[in-house]
């Protein structure tokens, strides 16, 4: 058996605040078992529970070079992997302003309470708008995502329609953690010491 069908794929489409819903994927093969989490302690205990060997997260988790934390304000808006989504044509919000100011520090956060409790995990950042736009999906378009996700032999346990944007967007991220597996997908940004985070985008279309 190939290893990525041996891998179960944990999506998090992560909220700026525990008090939203952030929509939760388990992608066991092409089976997608999507739920709606609040604390940080509650998407710990279900990624405890589930063990996935890959978490792929929708949220920013690494700072642009230069900048120390995302509390202080200076010119370093940018990392290396928002520049490449900017070449390539795929709208995003900068990690420094407004509302993602406040996701970015939980995404950072979550990433270090998951690297201490799941060690043998590993933790990646992916987008799902940058998903939909390579794959051919609207976003925000229930009935074109939810095509895209057939398309991909994805199988829902419950009907896709009772499914909340939130949840449809954690099937997204885990579907890019699927297809990195597949190496269907591939990491944008420089990782390492002299990097500054990367984000793993599909790499079987381009972007029109």
């Known amino acids: 058996m190939d290893f990525f069908l041996m891998v179960r794929v944990a999506g998090i489409d992560l909220a700026g605040s525990p008090k939203r819903d952030t929509g939760y994927c388990l992608m066991d093969g092409n089976r ?3 739920l709606i989490l609040h604390e940080d302690k509650e998407i710990i205990d279900r990624l405890v529970v589930d063990m996935p060997g890959l978490i792929a997260i929708d ?8 900048r120390k934390s995302i509390e202080e304000r200076d010119k370093n808006h940018f990392r290396s992997c928002d520049l490449e989504l900017r070449r390539l044509g795929i709208r995003f919000f900068p990690i420094t302003i407004g ?7 939980r ?9 201490k409790v799941l060690p043998k995990s590993r933790v990646i950042e992916v987008f799902p708008g940058a998903t939909y736009d390579i794959l051919g999906a609207k976003r925000k378009n229930r009935r074109s ?18 499914l909340s944007q939130d949840e449809l967007d954690g099937i997204a991220c885990a579907l890019t953690g699927k297809l990195y597996l597949e ?26």
Do not use: C, W, Y
Not at 107 to 115: A, Q, T, V
């Open 32 to 34: 997608a078992n999507a």
């Open 59 to 66: 949220a920013p988790l690494s700072l642009p070079k230069g």
């Open 99 to 105: 509302p993602m100011r406040m996701l970015t520090k």
């Open 107 to 115: 995404g950072i956060g979550l990433k270090d309470k998951i690297n």
């Open 145 to 162: 995502i939810i095509s895209l996700f057939k398309k991909n032999n994805i199988r829902f346990p419950k009907h896709p329609d009772s």
């Open 183 to 208: 190496k269907k997908a591939h990491m944008i940004g420089v990782e390492g010491k002299n990097g500054d985070g990367q984000i793993a985008i599909p790499s079987f279309k381009k972007v029109r």
